[in-house]
Every structure is written in C-alpha cells, then in structure tokens.
C-alpha cells in the first residue's frame, strides 16, 4: 500500500510539474503578444468592428480652348438606412416614400431588411438630400456624391461621352482620358457591433478622395454651337439620317469644332429621341404592338426591338441570366422617352456575384440586329461539357396517337422524309396537370388514347434501328418532383432528349432551378428543348445540350402573317426559337393561295401559304426543328416542295439577311458547307421583291432550287410551283409574292466540290 501512494504521489508530481511548464509557456506567450503584438492585433480587431463607405471623387473637368467648362460635377446624396438604428420605421417609411416618391412596398421591404445598410435611392439631387437630412430620422444615412454634369446638354455629345451611374466614362472623351480624369475615392470608417451594424454616434474616420485632373481640348464651344447649328439645318432640308462637320485649324491640325448630328442629351443619355417607336409585348408569347414611349399598357419582355427616328434600329437584351430574376422594360417614372428595368423580384446573393448583362444593339438595317446576335451567346461562358459528342441537331416531328402502332408509321415517315427525331407529346405518362401521372412509367392518358398500347420500349429499339432519335415531353410539374429520377432513367432507355412543358419563370429560384435541370440533362447525355415562357439569353453557349426553346407566338396560336413578319426582327434576336412549322393543317377543298385569309377551313389553321412554310425553316433559326407539327404521315402525298424540308439544314455555318422590314417583309439567306439555302417571308400585302445573289461567289454558277406559291392551276393540292434556273453573284430574281406568301431556295454548286 504504501509503494502505491508513493507511486500516485510521483505522478501528481510530474503532472503538476508539466502544468506549471505549459502555464509558464502561456504567460511567455501571452507577455509577448502583448509586448511584441499589441499594435498587430489591436489592428486586426479595429478592423473586425470597421466599416467602409466609399466618398466618391470629384471628376476631373473638360475644358474647352477659351477656358469655358463643357463637363463639370453636382453634388448628389445617396440615401440609406441602418436597421437596428432605425427607432420609428413606419415614420421612415412615410418620409422616404413622400420626399424620394418611391413607392411604398420598395420602401418598405429596404427598412425592414436586417442588413448592415441597406440603400434606398442614388443620385438625389443637393437639395432633396438636404431636405432629408433635416427631419433627424434616427437610422437614416444621406451621404453626398458626385454626379457629372454637362452644362450645354447636348454639345458635342458624340466627342465628350458620358458616364455611367458609377461615375466611370462610358463612350468619348469620358472613357479615352478616364484614368486622368477619375481622381481617386476616398472612405469613410465607422465602428460596428459584433452583427455588422454600425454603432450610432460612434467616431468616425475619413480619408478625403482625391479630384480628377482636369481635361483641356482643342474644342471651341462657340464655333462648336455654330458648325451644329449647321448641321440641323441640313438635316431638315436635305431630309437626311445624319450629318457630319470637322473645323480643323490648318496651322496646327487642331480640331476647333466636330459635329455628328443628331447628337444626343448627355445629362440624360439613356433617354430615346421623341418620335422612337417599340416593337411592346406583354410576356413571350404574345402579340406585339407597335407603340410610342409612352402610355404603355404594361411591361414589355425582351428583347425590345426600337425604330429610331433617325433610321436606325436598336434593341434591348440581357445576356448570361442564369442565377438571377427576369427582368422586363417598363417607362420610367417621370421621365418622358426613357426606360427603366423592371425586375421580377429579389435577388438574394451573398456578394461578389456577377449580375447579367445588359445589351444594347444598334444597327442601320434591322436585319443587322438578326446577323449580329451571336453577341448575346458570346457574353456566356464557353462549353463546360467536356465531350458534347451526342448532342446532334435536327428536324423533328412530334408523335400524336401515342401509340406503337402510330409511332412506328411516324419512324418510317421520318426516314424518308430526312427527319432526325420524333418526339411523344403530352400524355404518354398520363394527363401532364395532374400530381398522380408517373413520369417515370408509360401509362398514356385515355382521353389521347384509350387503348394504352404504347410500347415505348419497342418504338425506341425500332427508332434507333433506323437512325431516329426519341424525345419525351415533361410537364414541369413531373419535372420539380422527379428530375433526379427521371433523367438517369430516360438515358438508359435511349432517349436522346426532353422537352420541358410550361416552365415556372421569373423568380430567381425558379431561373435557377431551370439552368441546372439542363446542366443535369447533360449529365445524363440528354438534349432540351424549354417550351412557355422560357426566353434564351445565350446559355446554350455554355450547354449547347439546350438546343431550342419556345417563348414565341408560333403556330400553335395560329397568329398572322404580322406577327411572323414581326418575329424575325424581335423574339428571334434573343436567340433560338421553337415556332412549331406546320404544312398540312388547313382545308385544301379549293384551297387558292392569293385568298390565303378568306378560305374558311377547321376552325384553326394555320394562315400562311404554303410557300411561306417552307421559308420559316430558313428564316426562324432553331437547332430542333419542329416541322409538320399539327400533321400526320397520312396527310403528305409525296408532294414535290416536300425536297427542300427534306434538305433544309438546322444548324448554320454563314447568315445573311439580304432585305427586311419589320411585320413586312424579310429575305434570309444561310449557308451550310457548299449549299446555301433562301427563305423569303412576305407579309400581309402582296407585293414584288427583286431577289439579288450578290451573297454568292463570285464568278461560281448555282443550281437553284425555286418554290413558289402558285396558282389555282398548279396540279398538287398545296398550290406549289417548283423550278430549277442556273444562277450566279449578279442574278436578281423577281418574286411576286402573295399576301402571307413566300418563296424557299435551295442553292448547290452547278460544279459538285467548288463553292
């Protein structure tokens, strides 16, 4: 026993021994941070409980030969509210609302968002912030600002430029002198609680910003005021789209004076020129008017295409929307001609985040707009789909007895009609609507097929035994609840791709939601198609898996000629569009394609000649396809215009709109390896257009493949004339084209290899 306490008493000992070292170690250590690092630390602490606000610097001046200041700064506030200083928010509310005429749900859900600060308004002129200021409203912050100020609006505008909201030049002078002219920010230093939040009436620190340099130039204000005066006058006379001045001074080749009428209103940039017109529509799919900048009868979607007076056309786009809210154009409150975003709701990101792009596209001709809207895919990422091997383009046609039987026929059709894919409508997994349809089964809906004889296995293994692939339409409601489930399953049966039914848009859940269903569709080496509301904004740069999307009004709401002359030039500068080409759908009993508008067929049809059919798969861009969408095998009879589909390509190596007009008329040329391909559109008026070839070659020779809309004495039963002429760069072809009419070409090398 007592060797045992001897030997308890030995190991306190050393354990007391061993916390005395690390106590002793402790203290040395805690000495030296104290001695050694106090200023580090206490460094690092005060910036724990600081934050930062920005004082914007003073711009730098630009200065005209004679001294005269032709871009100078006002003093603006940026107004914000600090939440848990806040003591009388309905108060807040009140003042801000009235003083800033905001409205009030805005204002509301800013002061009762728990955040450190929280901005209600930029750019408040001096005097509102002041006013402001003078209510003592517990919680509210007025900070001053800079806003740049050009004191003769519009002179010179094309040569000075303009800045943005951050004070940073856009175009000009603005932007070529900008790191002389920007100055250097200065900051404002407050104390916070452990919450982030500012403490009131703590000590603040500041470091004052540093002015911009000023600019002095060669431009005489005076001789400038002149050489536009000039230069209107000019305009009005000669009745022209723009003119052009230069005074330079001989001796020294300084500019005195330039001069690029119409010039614009630099203190309000973003305001259009009275007299622009808007191509408006309400949501994706709806008809669009042709309205002025004012008395809107709601929000417009975009893309928003514009006509200029002028005569120049511009549109307005976003680009890379993939974890955002929708955004809509809306006019701005209070200023006439001007525009504003309209977003569908919150956004709620932890910073940094990248916001999407906002485009502006101006061209002379509107069908620029359509040859330049690879810009809108470019402002995407690149592909992230490391072998995007089986993602094939094609044409496609949909399936719609929902039987083996009907899906066979439709197989066979497709082979020798060159079609790429079939798609199984609505109803192959019971009614799409309700919650008890199994989208992982085949069970298909007895009001669209009562015998429920739809083997999709075998019409897959037939399909694919031919070179056709299978898609499968999914009601959005199957895909929120079984997306995970249903996209492994659909790739082991040997579906090639999914046509999402009447998305959910708008929301940034819902946005989000929909980019990663295709990024997950990749995964599982299926192709989509995003059917309703869903508009592109270049995403299929990043998946190119996402082959098309509706977001159009096409023929299933059987619209007229307008709105197909209309759509080229608007929803199509977007991007891809799956309009749903039909041929067939109309009653052909004494069917004459001049009175395309007076027949009386079924109760819906399509209005448009068949001519103008077999243009749309030119004209309307969409790597899938659709065509004969409201037909079966059983209505073709083999007739002779049927080639071209058979021929027509999806996807494009050269595009070239020849001549257009909005809701009019439109001339489309593609290329496709040595074949080009024509589609000619025409509106509701007849009329005679002179189709030139000057896009070929020169000095090649072109078989030309012509389909035309005929005349009652054309033998087949769709009234199309077919001609073949041998043509080359200087050829110019006359097209009488009936009303809704249209015209397809065909273009092969007259020597096989040479193009």
């Known amino acids: 026993m007592y060797s045992n306490l001897t030997k308890h008493r030995k190991n306190i000992a050393v354990l007391a021994l061993l916390i005395a070292i690390v106590m002793v170690s402790l203290s040395g250590r805690l000495g030296y941070l104290m001695l050694f690092c106090s200023e580090h630390y206490s460094a690092m602490a005060e910036d724990l409980h600081q934050r930062e606000r920005t004082i914007k610097a003073a711009r730098g001046r630009i200065i005209d030969a004679n001294g005269v200041v032709i871009a100078d700064n006002r003093t603006v506030c940026t107004i914000s509210v600090i939440y848990n200083q806040v003591k009388d928010r309905e108060q807040v509310i009140r003042v801000l609302c009235d003083e800033l005429d905001l409205d009030e749900e805005l204002v509301r859900k800013r002061v009762e968002k728990r955040s450190s600060r929280e901005i209600i308004k930029t750019n408040v002129d001096k005097e509102l912030g002041d006013q402001i200021r003078s209510y003592r409203l517990a919680g509210v912050k007025v900070d001053e600002d800079y806003k740049r100020y050009y004191p003769y609006d519009s002179l010179a505008s094309k040569v000075l430029g303009f800045t943005g909201g951050d004070n940073q030049g856009i175009i000009g002078l603005e932007v070529k002198y900008e790191k002389y002219l920007k100055g250097m920010n200065g900051k404002i230093l407050t104390m916070s609680d452990a919450k982030g939040v500012e403490i009131e009436n703590a000590a603040e620190d500041r470091i004052e910003p540093i002015p911009g340099n000023d600019l002095h130039i060669s431009l005489d204000v005076n001789i400038q005021k002149y050489a536009e005066q000039l230069a209107y006058q000019v305009l009005e006379k000669k009745n022209a789209k723009a003119v052009s001045i230069i005074v330079m001074n001989p001796q020294n080749g300084e500019i005195m004076a330039m001069v690029n009428a119409p010039e614009f209103n630099l203190n309000e940039p973003f305001t259009l020129p009275e007299g622009t017109m808007a191509y408006f529509a309400p949501f994706a799919q709806a008809v669009h008017q042709k309205l002025p900048l004012h008395d809107w009868p709601g929000e417009a979607d975009r893309p928003l295409t514009l006509e200029l007076p002028g005569g120049l056309y511009g549109a307005l786009a976003e680009a890379e929307v993939v974890d955002y809210v929708r955004t809509k154009f809306k006019l701005a409150d209070g200023k006439p001609n001007t525009l504003a975003c309209s977003m569908y709701g919150a956004v709620d990101e932890i910073a940094p985040f990248a916001t999407p792009w906002r485009v502006v596209m101006v061209a002379e001709q509107p069908g620029q707009l359509i040859e330049n809207n690879y810009l809108l895919l470019n402002l995407n990422p690149p592909c992230a789909i490391e072998n995007p091997w089986w993602i094939k383009p094609g044409k496609?046609?949909?399936?719609?007895?929902?039987?083996?039987?009907?899906?066979?026929?439709?197989?066979?059709?497709?082979?020798?009609?060159?079609?790429?894919?079939?798609?199984?409508?609505?109803?192959?997994?019971?009614?799409?609507?309700?919650?008890?349809?199994?989208?992982?089964?085949?069970?298909?809906?007895?009001?669209?097929?009562?015998?429920?004889?739809?083997?999709?296995?075998?019409?897959?293994?037939?399909?694919?035994?031919?070179?056709?692939?299978?898609?499968?339409?999914?009601?959005?409601?199957?895909?929120?609840?079984?997306?995970?489930?249903?996209?492994?399953?659909?790739?082991?049966?040997?579906?090639?791709?999914?046509?999402?039914?009447?998305?959910?848009?708008?929301?940034?859940?819902?946005?989000?939601?929909?980019?990663?269903?295709?990024?997950?569709?990749?995964?599982?080496?299926?192709?989509?198609?995003?059917?309703?509301?869903?508009?592109?904004?270049?995403?299929?740069?990043?998946?190119?898996?996402?082959?098309?999307?509706?977001?159009?009004?096409?023929?299933?709401?059987?619209?007229?000629?307008?709105?197909?002359?209309?759509?080229?030039?608007?929803?199509?500068?977007?991007?891809?569009?799956?309009?749903?080409?039909?041929?067939?759908?109309?009653?052909?009993?004494?069917?004459?394609?001049?009175?395309?508008?007076?027949?009386?067929?079924?109760?819906?049809?399509?209005?448009?000649?068949?001519?103008?059919?077999?243009?749309?798969?030119?004209?309307?861009?969409?790597?899938?396809?659709?065509?004969?969408?409201?037909?079966?095998?059983?209505?073709?009879?083999?007739?002779?215009?049927?080639?071209f589909f058979d021929r027509v390509p999806t996807v494009w190596d050269e595009t070239k709109v020849l001549q257009g007009k909005i809701g009019e008329y439109i001339t489309t040329a593609r290329r496709k390896g040595d074949e080009w391909f024509v589609g000619v559109m025409n509106g509701l008026q007849p009329r005679t257009l002179d189709i030139p070839f000057n896009f070929l070659p020169a000095g090649k020779k072109y078989v030309a493949h012509i389909y035309r809309d005929g005349t009652m004495k054309t033998p087949t039963r769709t009234k199309v004339e077919v001609e073949t002429r041998t043509v080359d760069a200087n050829t110019v072809l006359p097209a009488k084209l009936y009303g809704s009419g249209g015209l397809a070409i065909r273009l092969e090398p007259a020597e096989p290899g040479k193009r």
């Open 396 to 643: 496609v046609m949909r399936e719609v007895t929902l039987s083996t039987k009907g899906a066979r026929d439709l197989v066979d059709f497709a082979v020798k009609r060159n079609l790429q894919y079939i798609e199984f409508d609505a109803g192959w997994y019971g009614h799409e609507y309700e919650k008890i349809s199994d989208a992982s089964r085949v069970n298909v809906d007895p009001r669209r097929n009562p015998n429920n004889d739809l083997d999709l296995e075998e019409v897959v293994r037939y399909a694919n035994d031919r070179g056709i692939g299978v898609w499968v339409y999914v009601n959005q409601r199957a895909l929120a609840a079984q997306l995970d489930t249903i996209l492994p399953l659909y790739h082991k049966w040997g579906i090639k791709g999914v046509k999402f039914g009447f998305v959910q848009v708008g929301s940034q859940m819902w946005t989000k939601w929909m980019h990663d269903a295709v990024k997950k569709c990749a995964e599982n080496q299926l192709m989509v198609d995003i059917h309703d509301e869903y508009r592109p904004t270049g995403f299929s740069r990043t998946y190119p898996n996402l082959l098309t999307q509706e977001g159009v009004r096409g023929n299933e709401e059987m619209p007229d000629a307008t709105n197909n002359l209309i759509l080229p030039f608007t929803r199509y500068v977007a991007g891809p569009a799956d309009y749903t080409i039909s041929y067939y759908f109309r009653n052909f009993d004494g069917y004459n394609p001049q009175m395309i508008d007076t027949l009386a067929p079924k109760a819906r049809a399509i209005h448009a000649t068949s001519g103008q059919q077999l243009a749309m798969a030119v004209v309307y861009y969409s790597p899938l396809q659709f065509l004969y969408w409201y037909d079966r095998p059983s209505d073709s009879r083999d007739e002779p215009e049927l080639e």
